[in-house]
């Protein structure tokens, strides 16, 4: 998506459609339905936004194979789609490249940390989000979705969802 | 490895593709009948995690399958339209849950497989199917982690978790030759290490008994496969091409 990112005068020079342009906005608007503060594309679950002829064409790729939240994604692509005035809306799901939790966005981990979610951390440093103590315990390595673990604070005694790196 | 099969024989790779998925499925439908019913609710959460991963790679693998067959069938005809002879699943995943024990011991030799299947698949020249085994690979290593944890906890535990946990070992190990012999010599090896080492930290043994079942990949299954379609596929059978 890098057009999104070009200055407006930029933009002329390399004449990205208007169409394109906002059908990649709507879609990039979609949240995460399990965790509502960040979008698909923040977590590099929204591989690509494109016109074919008339038709947008969104892929997008499941976090876990399991992931529940799959079809409600597919819906409300259309949605935002349809309401920023396209009729003609084919989402594709891709199974490759598998995602990584190195996609999620370093704004979208700011985001779930502030949520109260501990971000995935390549480090493996796991930071309480409440009071940001080190070296919590794991109460449980599945959690509410399948994408977090189950954490307690040491210190402050907190409980509080991971999201786990992958 | 089926990667071979896949580019040279289409038709050998769609039955390759459907055995592996349809593992999944019956698994992830196995898994399922402990939700509301596990020892406590973190494990309630954590089966009906591991049933769900299943479940996705069963889903990719159907509608993948049924791309390369081109025949226009997908995951919902796969699923819920082949009769249990068509099925092409391994005895293993088949077999009934038991106790808390059994489900684990079940898991860890199905984990440990899925493992060295997937570190070989995630190298398939085709890139959906690669896609499709990198990301359960990953999901299979933390399933491994659960699973082979439990077990270990459970065999060097109380008496009584032991001995559960034994007579499942004993149970279930007839059913390791027919998943192995897909694998290569050197990844049954390797599957031999990570059970055998789970096994004997946990102080359990491994049966002297030789005796071996097989039949899952040909569809000749046990007498457990047939009610779990059964009450799977009810709707379908009752209304077919019910949509919702």
């Known amino acids: 998506m890098d057009a999104a990112q070009l200055s407006g005068a930029a933009m002329v020079t390399v004449a990205v459609p208007p169409g394109l342009e906002r059908a990649r906005l709507a879609a990039g608007q979609v949240v995460d339905p399990e965790i509502p503060v960040v979008t698909i594309a923040d977590l590099g679950i929204l591989r690509d936004v494109a016109l074919v002829g008339g038709r947008v064409v969104a892929t997008i790729t499941p976090t876990y194979s399991g992931c529940p939240a799959m079809a409600q994604i597919e819906d409300d692509l259309r949605l935002a789609l349809t309401e920023a005035g396209f009729d003609q809306i084919e989402v594709v799901t891709i199974q490759d490249p598998a995602w990584s939790s190195d996609w999620v966005t370093e704004e979208a981990r700011e985001k779930l940390a502030r949520f109260g979610i501990a971000p995935p951390s390549p480090a493996g440093e796991v930071l309480c989000p409440r009071c940001r103590a080190a070296s919590p315990h794991e109460v449980s390595r599945f959690g509410s979705t399948a994408c977090k673990a189950l954490m307690v604070c040491t210190s402050c005694g907190d409980p509080f969802d991971r999201f786990k790196e992958y | ?244």
């Open chain 2, 1 to 244: 490895m089926s990667t071979q099969a896949l580019s040279t024989d289409q038709a050998h790779g769609v039955e390759h593709l459907l055995g592996h998925a349809d593992d999944s499925l019956v698994l992830a439908q196995r898994l399922g009948e402990w939700i509301s019913r596990a020892p406590e609710l973190e494990e309630d959460i954590a089966i009906g995690n591991i049933a769900l991963d299943h479940l996705g790679v069963a889903r990719a693998l159907y509608t993948r399958a049924g791309e390369l067959e081109g025949e226009g069938r997908g995951e919902d005809h796969f699923a819920m339209s082949r009769p249990e002879r068509e099925y092409r699943n391994l005895l293993l995943v088949e077999q009934p849950n038991g106790d808390f024990a059994q489900t684990m011991v079940r898991g860890l030799f199905f984990d440990a497989y899925q493992v060295e299947l997937g570190e070989g698949m995630a190298g398939a020249d085709d890139a959906e199917i690669a896609g499709i085994a990198g990301r359960a690979l990953k999901e299979a290593r933390y399933h491994l982690l659960h699973s082979s944890t439990w077990v270990i906890r459970l065999g060097d535990g109380t008496e009584e978790s032991h001995r559960r946990a034994q007579e499942s070992v004993d149970r279930l190990w007839r059913y390791t030759d027919e998943m192995l012999e897909e694998l290569t010599p050197s990844r049954r090896q390797s599957w031999g290490q990570v059970v055998g080492g789970a096994l004997h930290e946990a102080t359990l043994q491994v049966p002297a008994d030789p005796y071996q079942r097989s039949g899952g990949r040909r569809g000749l299954h046990s007498e457990h496969l047939g009610p779990l379609l059964a009450e799977m596929q009810w709707m379908q059978r009752s209304y077919p091409g019910l949509r919702w």
